[in-house]
């Protein structure tokens, strides 16, 4: 048992300790299978990924933490999640790896080895099978042994109590690139191993870096496999949406009517995915004008929009990321239908730019443009569209603070660390995941609009998939223009 279960536990623990208990406790337990699976889907597109970083740092060690346990309070951890750095390049998701470390040790010809380092189950034999809340199998499920993730990964796996010492090992002679902030046990073992051999901290501090905004950049396109997993996101998500839509009336009849949305959309991430990809955004009212508005502690009421912001993680850790702004009675007024026409607008002209060669940036140019044009239609810009749409005015966007798309993938906010040339200047390519999601807000104290528009907001967020001649909306299947939102809100009550 580690010296942390001892700490955690030891003031309350009324394990027995005699000899005859653990002799007991190790014996009479049915014999491992010994079985190895076949390769996971994801196994064959994790190698191309990997032999992409070999190329790029060839010569170097290359290490890439899952990173720890966080701590929720006291003893209590939340749901592991790797980096999905780490996810990306061994094509594991779910929750069983913490604390691993992805090294790609090079070796002749410019290549590397693959080397998984990972804490080994216990067996049942030992002590930490019945006594380690964190590791052992009585506490936390049985987990893959060494053999079974070589089997379904295709990579050396190995002890990671062997990965301290190959991890700094001729740390004088042999380049070490690490994705810092994964791990800070890590980051502080290699750390020690550089100071050690006297390499220069300010230069590896850089190399670092390129390697963080590279492992970042390889995932502005998707491969076969990530498109097919976020078509699964989306998918779960349709269904999250339509559990809401159904549990409206509920929502009506509770003080936190928000409430009762979350945790029916949470019901459906779970029971189809892994997690929510990103706290669900259950808005109604003034407070789907709030942005990221994720406390749901408001009520739902008869007239009002709902704006729900939700997306389902799915297994291998892919996420959606989809808006869609409902009335709760099933029936927009006239001033919600204005303002949620001019929001449809705005992302099918969008939708009108995405093709390969376009540049991102024009998405969001596109989008705001005709935002901009019906706030000076209803009188609500005080300068001209001319000057409200120049660099120097942007008086627009006052009411759309936000970006028009980001990629998305393996984190909902995906390859955020790439370089601006490459991400908002760079070109759109087939395979490349982002969103499209244009808003209008409207505050309830904003004095600068007419008491009508007060309390309105209004998102429609979809997810795209640059194709070779166009895009391809992983989201289609919900309802996006008023009149079919109306029919599927009243469609789907009772």
Avoid at 268 to 284: F, K, M, V
Avoid at 286 to 307: D, S, Y
Avoid at 368 to 373: C, D, F, T
Avoid at 417 to 445: H, S
Wanted: proline share 6%.
């Amino acid at each position: 048992m580690s010296d942390d279960d001892v700490q955690q536990t030891s003031s309350r623990s009324q394990r027995p300790a005699s000899s005859a208990f653990k002799d007991f406790m190790g014996s009479s337990w049915a014999p491992a299978s010994g079985e190895l699976p076949g390769p996971d889907p994801a196994a064959a597109y994790a190698e191309q990924r990997r032999r992409r970083v070999s190329e790029a740092f060839a010569g170097q060690r290359v290490i890439v933490p899952a990173g720890p346990l966080k701590t929720r309070s006291n003893d209590t951890d939340y749901r592991f999640r790797p980096h999905s750095a780490f996810a990306h390049l061994t094509g594991l998701g779910v929750d069983h790896e913490p604390g691993a470390v992805l090294v790609l040790e090079p070796i002749e010809d410019a290549e590397h080895e693959a080397v998984l380092y990972f804490k080994p189950m216990a067996g049942r034999d030992t002590e930490e099978f019945y006594a380690s809340a964190k590791h052992g199998e009585f506490w936390i499920g049985p987990r893959p042994t060494l053999a079974e993730f070589q089997a379904r990964l295709g990579i050396t796996a190995r002890d990671l109590d062997e990965f301290p010492a190959a991890a700094g090992k001729d740390a004088g002679t042999v380049g070490i690139r690490v994705l810092r902030d994964a791990d800070p046990q890590v980051d502080a073992l290699i750390d020690a191993a550089r100071s050690e051999h006297g390499v220069d901290a300010e230069q590896t501090a850089q190399q670092d870096s390129t390697l963080t905004q590279f492992l970042s950049e390889m995932r502005l396109v998707k491969d076969d496999y990530e498109a097919g997993q976020l078509r699964e996101s989306a998918a779960a998500t349709i269904s999250g949406f339509e559990d809401v839509v159904r549990a409206l009336p509920e929502a009506l009849e509770h003080a936190r009517g928000e409430r009762i949305v979350e945790g029916t959309f949470f019901a459906r991430a779970r029971l189809e995915g892994n997690d929510l990809g990103y706290d669900t955004i259950a808005a109604s009212g003034n407070n789907a004008t709030v942005l990221h508005w994720i406390r749901n502690t408001g009520a739902v009421n008869p007239g009002e929009l709902l704006l729900l912001d939700a997306g389902v993680e799915v297994d291998s850790l892919y996420t959606a990321d989809i808006t869609r702004t409902v009335p709760v009675s099933g029936t927009f007024s006239p001033v919600q239908r204005r303002v949620y026409e001019a929001v449809l607008a705005a992302a099918d002209a969008a939708f009108e730019v995405v093709r390969p060669g376009a540049k991102f940036r024009d998405i969001h140019t596109a989008a705001v443009r005709v935002l901009a044009e019906h706030l000076h239609e209803w009188g609500l810009l005080p300068v001209s569209l001319e000057e409200a749409l120049s660099p120097e005015g942007q008086h627009h966007r006052r009411w759309m603070p936000h970006g028009t798309s980001h990629h998305l993938g393996l984190d909902v906010h995906d390859c955020a660390a790439a370089k601006r040339e490459l991400y908002l200047d760079g070109e759109l390519q087939p395979g490349m995941v982002f969103t499209i999601e244009p808003g209008l807000y409207f505050k309830n104290e904003d004095l600068a609009v007419p008491e009508e528009y007060r309390g309105i907001g209004v998102r429609i967020e979809d997810d795209v998939l640059v194709t070779q001649d166009g895009c391809e909306n992983l989201s289609a299947a919900l309802p996006r223009t008023p009149d079919a939102v109306e029919g599927w809100v009243r469609g789907l009550q009772p």
